[in-house]
């Protein structure tokens, strides 16, 4: 059970639209669509943004969507604003009931 | 809302265990799955297990012969313990609870503040 693999860091300016990857195998991300992102600002608990790939839980902007093709799943994040500056970690199902996350990416609101 | 509170010492001694626990408020325990994951300072996070109500358990293979979880649904309450801990396993541990309105495979949702724990003689 390896940690999926994310970009360490991504950057855009405010109303721009980034996009941040996050690659597992056919025994996680490609095998299941139970993948969640999750933002986590300094000292803080991460928060859920996004579950199943694609859903979101109420009180999340539409700003922030979710995507997978294959073996990566993909977080994007349009009409950016400073606040959105974050860690971000994706998770996802490994089977077995096991879970794997990946490895975090810093995104910087320049 | 649904609230989650870890509690336990924040320094270990290697060799010895880490024990944790979270307790839930603002809703039920029961009925839902709870995990522990852990991150170390400046990485990512890894999930260690999680406990159904009815105390069943799931553990990350590479940590299963050191984690013991336990549940206790009359105190909204579930428990940590790993043993013969080392300095590899200082980070902040979390609890979270699985995605309430998902399958049992969906990732988690609610999660505590989280607590330091330093190995550490």
């Not at chain 2, 428990?79 to 049992?104: E, I, M, Q, W």
Request: net charge positive.
């Amino acid at each position: 059970q390896s940690a999926l693999t994310q970009p360490h860091s991504v950057s855009g300016s405010p109303g721009q639209s980034v996009t941040i990857s996050c690659t597992g195998t056919g025994s996680d991300v490609g095998g299941y669509n139970y993948v969640a992102w999750y933002q986590q600002h300094p000292g803080k608990a991460p928060k859920l943004m996004i579950y199943d790939v694609s859903k979101r839980p109420s009180g999340v902007p539409d700003r922030f969507s979710g995507s997978k093709s294959g073996n990566t799943a993909s977080l994007t994040i349009s009409g950016l604003q400073a606040e959105d500056e974050a860690d971000y970690h994706c998770c996802s199902y490994a089977g077995s009931y096991t879970w794997v996350f990946g490895g975090g990416t810093k995104l910087t609101v320049l | 809302q649904v609230q989650l509170q870890e509690s336990g010492p924040g320094l270990v001694k290697p060799s010895e265990t880490l024990s944790l626990t979270c307790t839930v408020s603002g809703g039920s325990i029961s009925g839902y799955s709870w995990s522990w994951i852990r991150q170390p300072a400046g990485k990512g996070l890894e999930w260690i297990g999680r406990i159904y109500t009815s105390g069943s358990t799931d553990y990350n293979p590479s940590l299963k012969s050191r984690v013991t979880m336990s549940i206790d649904t009359s105190k909204n309450q579930f428990s940590l313990k790993l043993n013969s801990v080392t300095a590899a396993d200082t980070a902040v541990y979390y609890c979270a609870r699985g995605v309430a309105a998902a399958s049992t495979k969906s990732c988690f949702d609610f999660w505590g503040q989280g607590t330091l724990v330093t190995v550490s003689s």
